[in-house]
Nanobody, 124 residues
Framework: QVQLVESGGGLVQAGGSLRLSCAAS????????MGWFRQAPGKEREFVAA????????YYADSVKGRFTLSRDNAKNTVFLQMNSLKPEDTAVYYC?????????????????WGQGTQVTVSS
């Protein structure tokens, strides 16, 4: 029922920027917490950022604070992740996720709906 479609991934050199988008359908978008997670080969899926349904509370992983900016446009049913000063360590598949009432918005298992993922590769 819920569909999340990500875009904006690609190959970028260290220090560059990318802007990821996630378009949602099949849900009352404004009533859902939206999260971004990433997973590198051989690694566990890890929390990147999350934003509450009102957009007034935003949370970031320590590793991306000051470099990534999360926002949402409820009128367009879209959430964005602006990624600046990218590092090779940021290389991963990035996923957006949605859940109305996540018990712990930093825990990927708290989210019911997931996008297909978009690859971000940062070269040296």
């Amino acid at each position: 029922q819920v569909q999340l479609v990500e875009s904006g991934g690609g190959l970028v050199q260290a220090g560059g920027s990318l802007r990821l988008s996630c378009a949602a359908s099949g849900l009352t978008f404004g009533a859902y917490t939206m999260g971004w997670f990433r997973q590198a080969p051989g690694k566990e899926r890890e929390f990147v950022a999350a934003i509450t349904w009102t957009g007034d509370k935003i949370y970031y992983a320590d590793s991306v604070k000051g470099r990534f900016t999360l926002s949402r446009d409820n009128a367009k049913n879209t959430v964005f992740l602006q990624m600046n000063s990218l590092k090779p360590e940021d290389t991963a598949v990035y996923y957006c996720a949605a859940d109305r009432w996540p018990v712990n918005l930093r825990d990927p298992t708290a989210y019911d709906a997931w996008g297909q993922g978009t690859q971000v590769t940062v070269s040296s």
